[in-house]
């Protein structure tokens, strides 16, 4: 049976149908019967009986049963709640990850837990198991490096610049060294040009310290990632945003949208922007704005007017990528 909390206005079980509940549940968990017992766990949880057995078995019953993304997510619920149990919690996620060879969340949850735990079992067990794991970091990332280069060999033949983007933005909390022959070819070949612009500021940030070659927009340029600006930091970008700036007090989503173009242009041509007239971007890029917020009097200057094209032309260039 079932009674109203005055509290809280949930339901809540009586004694003797969580009893029966709990029975019924860890009797299919018993007899591996996961996806029977998992419903039971959840309804008993849902009625706000959160006994560490429960939760833990329901993660059990998830893991058992293929669901791991969600036996993680429930799991790193657990541990931002900071309860009696937390450690019991920490101790799980971190078997759960190792056994699904997640290595490297292995190291990097213990390291930060390890900082703070003074429990002395579960300080050993913690340090034990990051043991383990360290040696299986290194063919964890081996192991990454080579899908992550054949998929994007991949992407590359096939010519999917979606499949590219994707791919080597999905590098920016790593190490690209190992990647750096495939980005100096994408660099002097015909590659989406917003493509050659993410691998750029991945060198930039990774500090790599060499003369590349750059092929973009029938160009050709030399650089060394490490020193050459970083494109909101370029001499054009500042100038032009400096012009703009009035704007930013007087309209807001005038400058706002004005600032998009300009990022969005600078970002796609980089870093062939030596040779912009700053005075002249900011015409166009203001004219452009003009347009949006439909004021036909603008005059415009015949060399504006070939910068807006410019501008549109690069805007398509930009959005073009999403549209694949």
Same mark, same amino acid.
């Given at each position: /049976?079932?009674?109203?909390?005055?509290?809280?206005?949930?339901?809540?079980?009586?004694?003797?149908?969580?009893?029966?509940?709990?029975?019924?549940?860890?009797?299919?968990?018993?007899?591996?019967?996961?996806?029977?017992?998992?419903?039971?766990?959840?309804?008993?949880?849902?009625?706000?009986?959160?006994?560490?057995?429960? /939760?833990?078995?329901?993660?059990?019953?998830?893991? !058992?049963?293929?669901?791991?993304?969600?036996?993680?997510?429930?799991?790193?619920?657990?541990?931002?709640?900071?309860?009696?149990?937390?450690?019991?919690?920490?101790?799980?996620?971190?078997?759960? +990850?190792?056994?699904?060879?997640?290595?490297?969340?292995?190291?990097?949850?213990?390291?930060?837990?390890?900082?703070?735990?003074?429990?002395?079992?579960?300080?050993?067990?913690?340090?034990? +198991?990051?043991?383990?794991?360290?040696?299986?970091?290194?063919?964890?990332?081996?192991?990454?490096?080579?899908?992550?280069?054949?998929?994007?060999?991949?992407?590359?033949?096939?010519?999917?610049?979606?499949?590219?983007?994707?791919?080597?933005?999905?590098?920016?909390?790593?190490?690209?060294?190992?990647?750096?022959?495939?980005?100096?070819?994408?660099?002097?070949?015909?590659?989406?040009?917003?493509?050659?612009?993410?691998?750029?500021?991945? #060198?930039?940030?990774?500090?790599?310290?060499?003369?590349?070659?750059?092929?973009?927009?029938?160009?050709? #340029? #030399?650089?060394?990632?490490?020193?050459?600006?970083?494109?909101?930091?370029?001499?054009?970008?500042?100038?032009?945003?400096?012009?703009?700036?009035?704007?930013? !007090?007087?309209?807001?989503?005038?400058?706002?949208?004005? /600032?998009?173009?300009?990022?969005?242009?600078?970002?796609?041509?980089?870093?062939?922007?030596?040779?912009?007239?700053?005075?002249?971007?900011? !015409?166009?890029?203001?004219?452009?704005?003009?347009?949006?917020?439909?004021?036909?009097?603008?005059?415009?200057?015949?060399?504006?007017?070939?910068? /807006?094209?410019?501008? #549109?032309?690069?805007?398509?260039?930009?959005?073009?990528?999403?549209?694949?």
């Amino acid at each position: /049976m079932k009674r109203k909390n005055q509290d809280s206005g949930k339901l809540v079980l009586f004694p003797k149908e969580q009893t029966r509940l709990e029975k019924e549940a860890f009797d299919y968990f018993k007899s591996h019967q996961y996806k029977r017992a998992l419903p039971v766990f959840e309804e008993l949880i849902d009625y706000g009986i959160h006994d560490v057995d429960i /939760m833990v078995a329901k993660v059990t019953c998830l893991a !058992e049963l293929g669901d791991l993304k969600e036996a993680e997510r429930f799991l790193e619920e657990l541990i931002d709640q900071h309860t009696d149990d937390y450690l019991t919690y920490i101790h799980i996620y971190a078997t759960l +990850l190792f056994q699904f060879h997640k290595h490297k969340k292995v190291k990097e949850l213990l390291e930060t837990v390890l900082v703070d735990v003074t429990d002395a079992t579960y300080r050993h067990q913690f340090e034990n +198991l990051l043991e383990i794991n360290e040696p299986l970091v290194d063919e964890e990332v081996s192991s990454e490096i080579n899908v992550t280069k054949r998929e994007l060999n991949d992407a590359i033949n096939h010519h999917n610049t979606l499949a590219q983007w994707h791919l080597i933005n999905h590098l920016q909390q790593s190490d690209i060294t190992p990647y750096l022959e495939i980005f100096k070819t994408l660099l002097t070949s015909e590659t989406h040009p917003v493509v050659q612009s993410v691998i750029i500021s991945l #060198m930039q940030a990774n500090r790599i310290d060499e003369v590349v070659a750059i092929h973009k927009f029938n160009q050709e #340029m #030399m650089l060394n990632p490490k020193i050459y600006p970083y494109f909101t930091d370029h001499p054009i970008y500042k100038a032009v945003q400096t012009m703009l700036h009035d704007l930013e !007090e007087n309209n807001p989503s005038f400058y706002r949208l004005a /600032m998009q173009i300009l990022e969005r242009y600078i970002y796609v041509r980089y870093p062939f922007i030596e040779d912009e007239d700053a005075g002249l971007l900011k !015409e166009a890029i203001v004219s452009i704005v003009n347009q949006a917020f439909h004021d036909p009097k603008h005059a415009v200057s015949k060399e504006a007017e070939d910068k /807006m094209i410019q501008l #549109m032309e690069t805007e398509q260039l930009y959005f073009s990528l999403l549209e694949e």
